[in-house]
Structures are given as structure tokens and as C-alpha cells.
């Protein structure tokens, strides 16, 4: 078996098996909660132009899409979950062959994935639309705005896969540099098809997918052309099958849940059109404004995934658990703070995607109703980030398909017919949902804990 040398001078991969703890997730983290920033002004932009300069149709049509593109992409980000689990272990445990057949199994997975999504994406168009109950003035422009974008969504899926493998590595930093210039781009394009060119929805579209490859482009010229030990090359294209089962056995777990979950949003979004437009519109500029205050979470528990896989890899269980817990508290600090900051500008934040009246109402109401439960929200993805990084993908899952697609929808279901159908209480099935996940969470993870303390220890894959 081959082992790894150390890194060469140079190298942009980063060992999290030792060193300050504290420090190295703040190092790792930074990165990623800035490039999480670029990475939703790909849609942010979208809705910010066409809401200010096309129509609050428009806008509401681009929101409603969302829960469709994220139920291929997220599907697709439980595989890219998996891979970088199992890279990151690879890494932690030095095994430099497995490390390689592993990158180019992922890669070439990729690919294929690509083809399949396009395809599935075209087709799954009209038929999602109408089962949100899309209202018709809205409807037209979703279909070009979704046709368009799966069209090209094969940039997205290799952007992330890329990042995904850097990050396993311990390199956050150059996917941010490449999201920040694709970002830039993807603004000039989003003014000069919209505003110069009069293309509406499908101008913001094409300057999505433009982007998207461009950050496409620019991680495969990265992976190929690196002398590092993560390198991607194009004559070894093929799938290692045992390597490949064990990124499923961990990524397919992560994806059937996030797939799931955002197709029971299918449902949550059907709620919320019954509403109209206005409605619509409103919680389309909540979802945005949402995305942000994720981004803590979100850059925490891919930190959390990678330092638990490279120390478990490693064979330091205590260091991961330490690393979880300060993962959590990191979290918890900026997320209330990014919270606060919400709450008390919201309808400055919301006039930034519409400056209609009724949509400021309605986009005020959904984020002070919510945003005081996000807290609750940090919980569930730290630690679910945590238990995949062990390779544990099963528990989250189970945890999260009960509590945000089984449980929120018994909640919609018997609040708008046996209480009372209003927008504040469709909105706050989102919270319900996160209290029930943190609450399974934290019992699982300290019955965990308890159990493995009574067992020898083991090293990683």
C-alpha cells in the first residue's frame, strides 16, 4: 500500500489531524462561508434584478423554481458528501493510491450525473410546477427560467464535486477565489441580459449557467494541471466500484434526505401559493434572505465533515469530538449575531428584492416569525455534519427526514385545516421542523458517545 509523502512545499492541502483546533476550523471555515456568500449571489442576483427591474411575477416565478433546482442539486450534494468523506479519510490515513482512485472514481461519476440530471431536470419541469399549484401568471416564465437552467446545470455539478474534493483535502481558499470572479461575472451578465437586452427570466437564466461553467472550467483546470496529490487525470477516467459503493453507502443516505426534503418544499411552496403572488414574492425574498443567515451553518458543518473525516481517519476520535464542539459553539456566536442584525433591518432587507409594499409586509412577516429559531438550526446541520464525517450518513437521514418532511407536513397539513390557513403559520412549519431535528440530534449523538466509550478504538475506512 502506498503511502503519502508529506506535502510539498507549496501544497494547498492542509492536515486537520493536528494543530490549534479553534484555529484550523477558522481558518477552513472562513473560506467557505465567504464562497457560500458568492455561491448564493448566483440566484440572489437573479431575484434582486428581475424583482427590481422586470416584475414581482418574475420574481415570485424565480422563487417558486428554487425548491425544484435544489431537489436535483441537493441530491446531487449527498454524493459530493460522500466523496469528500471518504477522500478526507483517505487523507487523514495517508493512503495516497486509494486517495487518487478515489478523486478520479468521484470525477468520472460526475460526468455521468451531469447527463442524467439534464435530462431529468427537462423533464420533471411542468409536472413540478403544477404540482406547487404555480398560478398562471407566474407559471410561463418559471418553465424558460427551469429549462434554461437545467440546460446547463452540468457546470454546477462539476464546480461542486471540485470544490467538494479541495475541501476534503483542507483547501477552502481557492474555490472561494473562483467563486468570487464567477460571481462578478454572473452579476455584469444578469445587468447586460436584462437590463440592455430586455430578456427577462431567460436572461437571468443563461447569465446563471454561463457563470456556472466558467467556475466549472476553472476547477477542472485546477485539478488537472496541480502537481498536489489531489491531481485529476483524464486518462485514468473510470470507476473504482469498491470506492464508488463506499461514497454511495455514506452519499446516498445524505442525498435521499436532502433530495426528499426538498421535494416535501414542493409541498410547503404549494401552501404558500395559495396565498398569491404577493405571498409568494414575500417568502421568495425570505427564502433569500434565509440562505444567508445559513451560511454559518453551513460553512460549519462542511468543517465540521472534514476535520471529523481526517481525524477519523486517523484514528483521533477524542480531537473530532472536540472539533464538533467548538464547531457548534463557532455556529451558534455568528449565527445569533447575522440573526440580529436580520430582525432589526428587515424591511430594509427585503425592499433589496422588491420594492412593492405588499411584499415588503409579507417578507418581514416570515423572517421575524423564523429567525429567532435559527439557533436550533445550527444543531441540526453541525451534527449531522459531525455523523457523516464517520461516516454515520443513516442517522441524520432518518433524523431529518422525520422531522422536516414527516413532521412538517402532519403540521401543515392539520394547521391550515383544523386551525387557521395563514402565511405566518405555513412559514412556521420551517421551526417546527428544526426543533424536532435538534432535539433526536443531540439524544443520538450523546447515546453515541456513551456507547463508543465503552468500545476499543478503531481507525477510519
Known sequence: MHRLKPNNAGSTARSMTEGPILRLL?????????????????????????????????????????????????????????????????????????????????????????LVFTALGMLLVKPMLRLMSTPEDVFPEAVVYLRIYFGGISGLLVYNMGSGILRAVGDSTRPLYFLIFTSVVNIVLDLFFVLVLKTGVAGAAIATILSQFLSAVLTLRLLTRTGDIYRFEWRELGLDLPILRLVISIGLPAA???????????????????????????????????????????????????????????????????????????????????CALLVIFAPNAVRLFSPDGEVIRYGVLFIRTNTAFFLFNCIDHVLAGALRGEGDSRAPMIFMLTSFVAFRQIYLFLVTHYYANTPRLVGFGYPMGWMLCSLLEVLYYVYKRRKRAKQPPCVGI
Not at 421568495?284 to 465533515?305: E, G, H, P, V
Request: a positive charge.
Open 256 to 338: 435521499i434526505q436532502s433530495t426528499i426534503t426538498a421535494f416535501s418544499n414542493i409541498f410547503v411552496q404549494g401552501y404558500i401559493n395559495v396565498f398569491g403572488s404577493d405571498v409568494m414574492a414575500g417568502w421568495s425574498s425570505y427564502n433569500k434572505l434565509d440562505q444567508f443567515i445559513m451560511l454559518a451553518t453551513q460553512s460549519m458543518a462542511m468543517a465540521s465533515t472534514t476535520f471529523v473525516s481526517q481525524n477519523v481517519g486517523a484514528g483521533n476520535m477524542k480531537r473530532a469530538d472536540r472539533g464538533t464542539v467548538l464547531s457548534l459553539a463557532l455556529t451558534s456566536a455568528i449565527t445569533g449575531c447575522f
Open 26 to 114: 477558522i481558518l477552513f471555515a472562513l473560506p467557505l462561508m465567504f464562497g457560500n456568500v458568492f455561491q448564493m449571489l448566483y440566484n440572489t442576483v437573479d431575484s434582486v434584478i428581475v424583482g427590481n427591474f422586470v416584475s414581482k411575477q418574475a420574481l415570485a416565478a424565480i422563487g417558486s423554481t428554487t425548491v425544484i433546482v435544489n431537489m436535483l442539486v441537493f441530491f446531487f450534494n449527498g454524493f459530493s458528501i460522500g466523496a469528500g468523506v471518504v477522500i478526507g479519510q483517505y487523507f487523514g490515513a495517508r493512503n495516497m493510491e486509494k486517495l487518487h482512485r478515489a478523486i478520479q472514481t468521484v470525477m468520472t461519476a460526475t460526468f455521468l450525473l451531469g
